[in-house]
């Protein structure tokens, strides 16, 4: 016979230790760079914009399609770090499972 008051306690506790990893995961930034450092993009482990640098050179007219090349490359880059954080706190809250490819349980 299958044990639901068990289940459901383990469901519970699932549920708060999403939560605590949901606070967590808006706490811990990642950073994305491009163009070897000349742009930074910064975000939370929930992909949530924090930051952008850009160094001074960029900073002109004729470098305008370079540096918006740069920023999604940056920001491409501080959002897979930013997913790879996000799956080693879950590989801990899953016991080690790994979530399916695309399954982001935070939005």
Do not use: C, W, Y
């Not at 918006?68 to 799956?87: C, S, Y």
């Amino acid at each position: 016979m299958v044990d639901f008051l068990g289940l459901m306690k383990k469901a519970g506790e699932l549920q708060s230790k999403m939560q605590a990893l949901q606070a967590e995961l808006d706490s811990v930034q990642v950073e994305g760079t491009a163009g070897g450092g000349m742009v930074s993009v910064t975000l939370t482990a929930k992909g949530d914009l924090k930051g952008i640098k850009i160094d001074d050179s960029l900073m002109q007219a004729s470098e305008k399609e370079v540096l918006e090349d740069l920023l999604i490359a940056a920001h491409a880059d501080a959002r897979r770090k930013a997913e790879e954080v996000m799956q080693d706190k879950m590989k801990g809250l899953t016991g080690g499972l790994p979530l399916p490819p695309g399954l982001n349980p935070f939005g």
